[in-house]
Structures are given as structure tokens and as C-alpha cells.
């Protein structure tokens, strides 16, 4: 069956495409043996992030630079991010309107993520889908953030390039960016440009910026002004894009970065799997009630409880 | 005020003596009232302190400023307003039929209604048109058609209104074509088109351009209107569509106003002066059922508009800020339930447009949530207007209502919450980017949301629907459109491509074209060459298309 | 593992009435469902490509302006063609009571008309469950 769809994937099959992404996203059995298989045919597309915060025309700005990318004779896939209701779970995935000329194109994916309860600004199955994708054979990936603020940095670990979009209007938010947001931009692009005050907000941009980059060796990052309704400096900044990804190639940074993330990944995996097994072997589920007994009637204290837990748990680990 | 002390002091004790035993006894129906657009209602309403003055600057005089009561001085003593029922389906022989018929009836104006592909710029054999031909209104493609649905109607006799938006340069080309032909210079037109674009994108979403190039068309007709039809209501300025999509009564008047505020903004940026459109412009307003309301938010959306006029706008010219306004009763509230009962909910609504001062009036028919009305449902909303004219006795005196301590002090409450609109909306920098973000879209969405979880879980009556409903209802019997009608179009589509001189349409088409690009030129003369060559209406909103791009829908669920 | 049913909500045709095609996205949302939203204006080969790529279990069609005969059974007809059996589309609108059994036989399983209780729908798709889950 993985064999199947996997062969189906890499001929670019829509619907095992789809299908994968929602066997990742629901957790399947057979979830890692499927990645890792797709795994291996990883590592060609470009991958790109755009944040910024609600209102900034993300979706806008993505249906402008598909139009631009498609023209290049690429095959693009996007992944929209949107909140999950944390009271019903359930959500509404309405980025893709903006984006809905491209859905009839054969060049282009699009598919809609709800982040089903995961912080930081993308779904927990983002870096996963990114693999069908990749290995389906598209070039360029593009994952639109869900763009509530600054915790959004997470998207900085699972892409090459982040652009960061932000548009004048904002008030008080541009300070809450400079806070910490401001870190994860590659490119800043400020949209809505044919808004009077769109000049003021890319001078505090470049003022920020210079106070980052004053103890940087990395060159200063590059500032787009666009408008995604009007449809200026999009080609500006599709190329900007395209010119800062061959400069971190040819500089090492990609490459740099790229092991990073597998870094990351690999820890991640490794937490979980352990966690896992700590728990399968604790049986935490059934036992939990059995400690907060103990604990709510003062027999146990919670430090010590644990430590005593984790000794089992290692003396375990010693006989096999 | 010490004049209203002794009312304050007998209320007390009317609440102790009288009133508070009652409520021991009998309590009310719910802990508190509201309107149906949850505007709070008191139990009673009582003189309250108010001056001469301030009578004189809030409420005043009909016909004269701020025109709370009502635009002319004699109202519905001079003449009743125009009963104009909506109309058009299928082909243009067909809906010119339906014309006849009604004016026949006895209706005094008309008001044409076009399919969706004609709305939107497409040929009726556009392959987008599929399924849609003839359907909510008539098809129209060429002048040819448009030559037959006014076949034996003098347009110099009736007025007619358009329902149409995004073209509706080119549908007024095609109207100005057909008077020519019939012999009836511009200047003797009589009539409006709808032209508001900015609420195509807020909640109709018969859109074709982007807001800019959408706004300088607008300006073209007001410049060549002005000049060369100027009894043409350049414009309609439409709460009407906003509160179908689920807007609040406050909603309805104050993003039409921000609308307004836009397009005369938009004209005045273009070099035109105030007094030299402003008269010109029109607006559309919804009715609802809960009447009261209903009265104050006409005369309330009145006193704002005159003073936005006046004050913002600097016009000098009063009848700058007359808000005349066109009234159709709320299709949303009509029920598929129980047909009939919609007649009665249109009565009242009917009742609501004309004590709040209409200058013309549709009437929904009964059937209109099951489908297109037929010849005797139509015939009765004409009739419902009649017997409201005739009948009722409403007519009688200007603004009936006024001076009702709650109907003035509820004017106050929805002119208040009005201006608070229109500040937000100006602080946001104007209505386009307020549309472009979709706040004004969420705030709809959030009010039609709530209503509607309101009326799920019964706490707001809708009869027939989650009250008083019937196990079996009566069979209903409906309109319907030839479904070949696609056909037929593009038969006739083919026969005029093969006649009409191509060459010609080339170059007019070519000069629209290099027209469009010139941000400066007014597209009307060019658009009105090609219309008379017999250019298609896809043609020409295509060559548009080119040039000015389209229109992405903003929303935010 | 944690199964969601996915819900594409569409509006095929012309017609720009969306306020009951974005009333029964929010209630399906507050009903813990995932709901995609097209926007207007949809042609039926949008919606059926959209309803594949979001690997949808269904796709609701919303339309105000008669031409639901034409359009429902064409997206029946794009999603059967492309390999998606198992979605399974209902529809909502102007609809009158004798087209209903037509576009059942099309393929359209439900059809909810004006007036409609949200729960009816809710209900529907419930009904369903077993089978999307399977």
C-alpha cells in the first residue's frame, strides 16, 4: 500500500498528493514508514515562508508571486496555515480565495492546513506535508503562516527563506515586531505601498534592521515595497527572492541551514520517540489518576514522584 | 430641563403606584426589548428636554435642510412616489412583455432587471455564462437586444432604472442607442442606473475591475451625464444589498454613506465640482420588518447625508443634499414557508418605506424564495403599494411619525451610531481599504451570524420558519426559464457577428482600448461608438478587462 | 490517530450571495468540522480540483440563481471523473421541491432549502460519518 501511493506520488499524482498530506495530518499508522520513504527523493524544491500579521495581504501577495513563478514554467505548491478553534476544533481555511484563479492550473497545489492545536504559527503536520511535496516534484513551496505576531518564529526552521510581511497602518504592532519577529525576515516586503504611510514604515524597517545588522556580519536584508491589489513591485521582489536563495547557495548558507533544520528534526523525533516509550513504559494513561491520588492526599510530592519514576525508567533501559 | 420636571416626578409615581404591581403579577415577555437590529427599546418613551433650536437644526422642515422630514415640502400630497416594480428574466422579448403588462397595471416607472453574465461583463455564449442565461433577469448582449426589450416603449414617457453596476457604462450606451433610434434626444432621458460598485464587493459580488479603474468610470458618467443627460441619475447608492447579506439597520445607512462619502470624494478628485453632481446622486435603501426602525433609520440616514453634504463637502446647492432614495422591501425576510405570508410582511415593510419618506418603491413578491415571481404574485405587491397609496390614509400629512418621543429619540440612537461608522471607517483611510481589509465584510458577517443563531435557536420568532409552521405545506407553483435560452442567445450572438461591420467594431474596439490607458480620457464617448457598431457587451468589458485587470474577492470568515 | 472530516464549502455560478454559504461555514466550524471556503463565482472544474486538493470527505454547493440543474451534477460529474468516489456532495439555495429529486438522481444526496435549521445539515453530515471514516 505505501509502496503504491509513494510511486504515486513521485508521478505527481494530485490525489495521492492530497491524500498523503491528510494520512500525515490525521496521524496514520503508517505515517513514518510513508515519510520515510518519500524522504529519499527530498531536497530539490525551494521552500519559502511568508508571515506577517493578520490583514498584511499574505494571500494577496501569494497569488501575485504564483502568477510570476508560473510563468517561469514552475510547478508550485502552497500551504495555507489557519487557526483551529480551540473551544469546537474546528476552523475555516478561507486563504486560498484570494489564491483561487490557480486552482484549475495544473502547475499549482494549493492546500489548506488548520493548526489543530499547534502553537507557533503553522499545523504540526506542516513539516511532513513539505516532504510529499518536495518529493512530488515541486520546485517551489510556499507556506503562508497562520500570522497571529511574535511567536510566529517557528516557520523559520522549516523553510529556506522567510519573507516577513508587513504594511503600514498597523499602529502599535510595528513595535511589538521589533521585539523579536523582526529576527526571522530574510526579505521584508512592505505590502500596500500606495498607502501614504507605506514610506514611513519601511524607514522604521531599515532603522530596525541597521540596529540588528550593526553587530551582524550577514549583509543587510533586503526591503520590497509591493502592492499586491495594484499589482506593483511583485516581479521586484519574485527576483529579489530568486537572487538571495542563489546567494545563500552560493555562500553555503542554504546548505548551512538545511542541515540545521534536519538537526532539529532529528531532535524532535528523538523527544518524541522517547517520550513515547516513557510513557508506554510507565503507562502513564492508566496511572495518571493512580499519582494525582497520591498527590491530592499529600503521600507523594511531584518532584519526587517523577524522579522515582525516571530511575525505573533508566534501570529499564540498562537490562536491554 | 425644569419644563419636563412634573412628567419625571408623576413617572416615578405612575412606577410605584401603577406600573410596579403589574410587573409583580404579569411579567413582561423577556427581561429586555430591542429592535430587530438589537437597538435597545425602553418600555416608555416621554417628552424629553428639547429645544426650539435644536427642532429647528435636527428635525426641521420637509424640503428644506437637514431634510429629516423628508425632501419635498408637500411629500405624498404632490404626488405618491414611483411604484417600480423589478423585473426581467429570460429574453429581452419576453421581459418587454412583462413591461408592458405592468405598466398596463398601472405602475408608473421601470426597473429592469439583467441576468448574471450580463451584470458581469460576459456574453451570453461565454462559457462562464453556463447555466446562469436568462435566469435572475434578462440576457442582454448587444444593442440589439436592448432595441427589443424597449420595442414599442417611448423612452421619452417612462423613467427606467438599471439595475447595473460594473458595466454600467455600457448598458446606459446601449440605452442612450435606442432613444437615439426611437428619435428621443439625451437630454429627455428619465432614469438611474445602480453604478455602485463599492457594495458589489461588501455583498452583492457582481464586481468585474478593481476598485480604481471601477471609480474613474463612475466619475466618466457623472462628467457625461452632467453635460449630456443630465435628468439621469448618475448613480444608486445601495444599502439595499448590504443588508440582504445579513447587515444591521445602522450597518445598512452607514457603510452606504461611506460609499457615497467615496464616490464624491473620487469625483471631486477627478476636477468635477460638488453642486455640479451631487444633485444627481441617488440612493437604495432596504426595508424591514420592524417598522419603527425602519422610519427612523430613513430619516436619520437623511439628516446624515445632508450634513456630510454640506459640512464635508462644502456644497452650496441644497438639492447637493437631498438624500433621494429608491426603497425595496427585504427580500431576506420573504420565507419559502407559507408563501402567503409574505404578502403581509411586505405590507408592513411597504408601510416602513413610505412613513419613512421613499421617492419610489418595489415590492417583493411572495414567491421570491422559490424562484423567479409569477404575473399574479407580482400583481399583488404592485397592488400591496396601491392600497398603502390609496387606502391607508398614511399619505395624508408629511412625515406622519414625526414628533413620536420614540421614533425621534431612536432617529438620535442610529444617527449617533452612524457617525461612529463613518469615523472608524475614515480613521481606516476611507472605504476602499476598509473594503480591501474586510472589516466591512466582517461586520455583515458577524451580524447576520448572530441573527441567524438567534432565529436557530428560536429566540427570534420568524413565522412559518420555527414558529406556527405547517407538517404539510401547499404545493406552490413557479416561474420558469427555458433552460435552451443559452442557445437561443448565442444563436442570435452568431447571426449578429456574421452581419455587423467587423472592421468597424475592430476599430472602435481599438479606440477603446487606447482610451482606457489614458487615465485621463472619458471612456463614455468610446464606449458609446462601439456599443452603436454593435460591439458585444463581452467585447467591450474584455477590452476593459485588458487594461484594468480584475477584481480579487477580500474576505475574512 | 485523529481523523477530521474536512468540508469544502463552494458556490458554483454567477451569483454573488454567499451570506448562507458563509453562515454554514461558521456553523460548521463551531461544529468542530474543517471547512474550506472558495469564495464566489466557482466554475465546477475550480471546485472539483479544489475539493481533490484539499482531500475534502465533503463538498457543499450553495447557489441562489436557478442554475443548480446545470451546475450541481457537473461537479458530481468532474469529481466521479478524476477518481473521487468516496466525496460526497450536498447542496443548498433556491432550489423548487420538483428539481430536488433530479439532482438526487444526480448524484447531489441532500438539498436543503431557505429556512433550513442548520441542525438539519449537521445532522446530514453526521449520518454520513461512518462512511467518510471508513
Not at chain 2, 453574465?117 to 440589439?144: F, R
Not at chain 2, 443627460?229 to 444589498?241: A, D, L, Q
Not at chain 2, 421570491?368 to 397592488?383: F, H
Not at chain 3, 475550480?46 to 443548480?68: N, P, R, Y
Request: glycine share 8%; aromatic share 8%.
Amino acid at each position: 500500500m505505501i509502496d503504491e501511493i509513494v510511486k504515486k506520488i513521485l508521478n505527481g499524482d494530485i490525489r495521492a498528493i492530497a491524500r498523503a498530506i491528510s494520512w500525515i495530518e490525521n496521524d496514520l499508522p503508517d505515517k513514518e514508514a510513508l515519510i520515510d520513504e518519500l524522504f529519499k527523493q527530498t531536497g530539490r524544491a525551494k521552500i519559502i515562508g511568508i508571515t506577517g500579521p493578520p490583514g498584511s495581504g499574505k494571500s494577496s501577495l501569494l497569488d501575485r508571486i504564483i502568477d510570476l513563478e508560473k510563468q517561469k514554467g514552475k510547478k508550485i505548491a502552497v500551504l495555507a496555515i489557519d487557526p483551529s478553534s480551540p473551544f469546537s476544533g474546528g476552523a475555516i481555511l478561507g486563504d486560498r480565495v484570494r489564491m483561487q484563479k490557480h486552482a484549475t492550473d495544473p502547475q499549482v497545489f494549493i492546500r489548506s492546513m488548520a493548526s489543530r492545536g499547534h502553537l507557533g504559527g503553522l499545523a504540526g503536520a506542516t513539516a511532513d506535508a513539505l516532504k510529499v511535496l518536495d518529493a512530488a516534484g515541486y520546485d517551489l513551496i510556499i507556506i503562508e503562516t497562520i500570522g497571529v505576531g511574535q511567536t510566529e518564529i517557528e516557520v523559520m526552521n522549516i523553510v529556506d527563506l522567510v519573507l516577513l510581511v508587513l504594511v503600514p497602518g498597523l499602529g502599535d504592532e510595528i513595535q511589538a515586531l521589533k521585539a523579536g519577529v523582526m529576527e526571522i525576515g530574510d526579505i521584508f516586503v512592505i505590502n500596500k505601498a500606495d498607502k501614504d504611510e507605506a514610506r514611513r514604515v519601511k524607514a522604521e524597517v531599515e532603522y530596525v534592521l541597521h540596529l540588528k545588522n550593526e553587530d551582524s556580519k550577514e549583509s543587510s536584508n533586503p526591503i520590497f515595497m509591493t502592492s499586491a491589489t495594484q499589482n506593483t513591485g511583485i516581479k521586484e521582489l519574485v527576483e529579489g527572492m530568486e537572487s538571495t536563495l542563489q546567494q545563500m547557495e552560493e555562500s553555503g548558507l542554504l546548505k548551512e541551514r538545511r542541515l540545521k533544520r534536519l538537526a532539529l528534526e532529528l531532535k524532535r523525533i528523538l523527544s518524541s520517540k522517547i517520550e513515547d516509550h516513557v510513557h508506554h513504559f510507565l503507562n502513564t494513561e492508566n496511572n495518571l489518576e493512580l499519582w494525582l491520588d497520591q498527590l491530592a492526599h499529600r503521600q507523594a510530592a511531584p518532584y519526587q514522584l517523577i524522579s522515582k519514576k525516571v530511575k525505573q525508567v533508566l534501570k529499564e533501559f540498562k537490562k536491554q | 430641563m425644569d419644563k419636563f420636571k412634573k412628567i419625571e416626578e408623576q413617572k416615578k409615581q405612575w412606577e410605584e403606584k401603577t406600573l410596579n404591581k403589574v410587573l409583580e403579577r404579569f411579567p413582561e415577555q423577556k427581561e429586555t426589548f430591542t429592535t430587530g437590529s438589537w437597538l435597545p427599546v425602553e418600555r416608555l418613551y416621554l417628552p424629553r428636554p428639547f429645544s426650539e433650536e435644536e427642532y429647528l437644526e435636527n428635525v426641521g422642515f420637509p424640503g428644506q435642510y437637514p431634510f429629516t422630514r423628508g425632501v419635498q415640502p408637500t411629500m405624498y400630497r404632490g404626488r405618491f412616489w414611483t411604484m417600480r416594480q423589478y423585473a426581467g428574466f429570460g429574453t429581452a422579448e419576453e421581459s418587454n412583455r412583462r413591461y408592458k403588462y405592468l405598466l398596463e397595471q398601472g405602475q408608473t416607472g421601470l426597473s429592469v432587471a439583467f441576468d448574471l453574465p450580463t451584470q458581469i461583463g460576459y456574453d451570453s455564449d461565454d462559457p462562464k455564462s453556463v447555466g446562469e442565461v436568462g435566469k435572475v433577469g434578462v440576457a442582454i448582449d448587444s444593442l440589439e437586444d436592448m432595441e427589443l426589450l424597449f420595442d414599442g416603449i417611448p423612452l421619452d414617457k417612462v423613467s427606467t432604472s438599471m439595475t447595473i453596476n460594473a458595466p454600467a457604462a455600457v448598458l446606459l450606451a446601449f440605452y442612450i442607442a435606442v432613444a437615439e433610434k426611437q428619435g428621443v434626444p439625451k437630454d429627455q432621458l428619465r432614469g438611474t442606473i445602480q453604478n455602485d460598485i463599492l457594495k458589489e464587493y461588501i455583498a452583492r459580488g457582481t464586481y468585474i475591475f478593481p476598485p480604481k479603474p471601477s471609480l474613474r468610470l463612475i466619475t466618466n458618467i457623472f462628467e457625461y451625464c452632467s453635460k449630456e443627460v443630465p435628468k439621469w441619475n448618475t448613480i444608486s447608492i445601495s444599502g439595499y444589498h448590504i443588508r440582504e447579506a445579513g447587515s444591521t439597520a445602522v450597518q445598512e445607512v452607514a457603510f452606504t454613506l461611506a460609499d457615497g462619502i467615496e464616490y464624491v470624494q473620487a469625483a471631486l478628485n477627478a476636477g468635477l465640482n460638488v453642486d455640479q453632481f451631487a444633485g444627481r446622486l441617488s440612493f437604495f435603501f432596504n426595508a424591514h420588518n420592524d417598522l419603527l426602525e425602519e422610519i427612523a433609520k430613513f430619516r436619520a440616514a437623511r439628516r446624515v447625508w445632508a450634513k456630510i453634504m454640506k459640512e464635508r463637502f462644502g456644497a452650496k446647492n441644497p438639492k447637493s443634499m437631498m438624500l433621494r432614495f429608491h426603497t425595496q422591501t427585504g427580500g431576506s425576510t420573504l420565507t419559502a414557508q407559507q408563501p402567503d405570508n409574505n404578502i403581509v410582511r411586505v405590507t408592513i415593510q411597504t408601510l416602513a418605506a413610505v412613513l419613512g419618506g421613499t421617492q419610489s418603491l418595489h415590492t417583493n413578491s411572495r414567491d421570491e424564495a422559490l424562484g423567479l415571481p409569477t404575473e399574479d404574485s407580482v400583481r399583488i405587491a404592485l397592488r400591496t403599494q396601491q392600497i398603502v397609496a390609496y387606502e391607508s390614509g398614511v399619505t395624508n400629512t408629511v412625515d406622519p411619525l414625526a414628533g413620536s418621543y420614540f421614533l425621534e429619540s431612536l432617529t438620535d440612537k442610529i444617527e449617533e451610531k452612524v457617525w461612529n461608522y463613518l469615523k472608524r471607517i475614515d480613521e481606516m483611510g476611507g472605504m476602499v481599504y476598509a473594503i480591501e481589509k474586510g472589516y466591512i465584510q466582517k461586520e455583515i458577517q458577524d451580524a447576520a451570524y448572530r441573527y441567524q443563531k438567534e432565529v436557530e435557536k428560536g429566540d427570534r420568532v420568524v413565522v412559518g420558519v420555527n414558529k406556527f409552521t405547517m407538517e404539510q405545506e401547499p404545493p406552490k407553483e413557479i416561474l420558469r426559464v427555458d433552460p435552451n435560452l443559452r442557445k437561443v442567445q448565442a444563436e442570435r450572438l452568431a447571426n449578429l457577428r456574421a452581419k455587423r461591420d467587423n472592421a468597424k467594431i475592430q476599430k472602435t474596439l481599438n479606440a477603446l482600448k487606447e482610451a482606457a490607458k489614458e487615465e485621463k480620457e472619458n471612456l463614455m464617448p468610446f464606449i458609446l461608438d462601439a456599443a452603436k457598431a454593435y460591439a458585444t457587451l463581452g467585447e467591450i468589458c474584455n477590452v476593459l478587462r485588458d487594461v484594468f485587470g480584475e477584481y480579487q474577492e477580500s474576505i475574512v470568515l | 490517530m485523529s481523523k477530521r472530516i474536512r468540508i469544502l464549502i463552494a458556490k458554483p455560478g454567477l451569483d454573488g450571495h454567499d451570506r448562507g454559504a458563509k453562515y454554514v461555514a461558521r456553523a460548521l466550524k463551531d461544529a468542530g468540522y474543517e471547512v474550506i471556503y472558495t469564495g464566489i463565482r466557482q466554475s465546477p472544474e475550480a471546485i472539483a480540483k479544489t475539493a481533490i486538493q484539499e482531500d475534502v470527505d465533503f463538498v457543499g454547493l450553495s447557489l441562489l440563481s436557478g442554475a443548480h440543474n446545470e451546475l450541481f451534477p457537473e461537479v458530481v460529474r468532474l469529481l466521479r471523473k478524476e477518481g473521487a468516489k468516496n466525496i460526497i456532495v450536498f447542496g443548498g439555495g433556491v432550489i423548487p421541491e420538483e428539481d430536488i429529486s433530479f439532482l438526487q438522481e444526480q448524484g447531489i444526496e441532500a438539498v436543503f432549502t431557505p429556512g433550513t435549521p442548520i441542525q438539519k445539515v449537521l445532522n446530514f453530515i453526521e449520518s454520513k460519518k461512518e462512511k467518510v471514516l471508513a
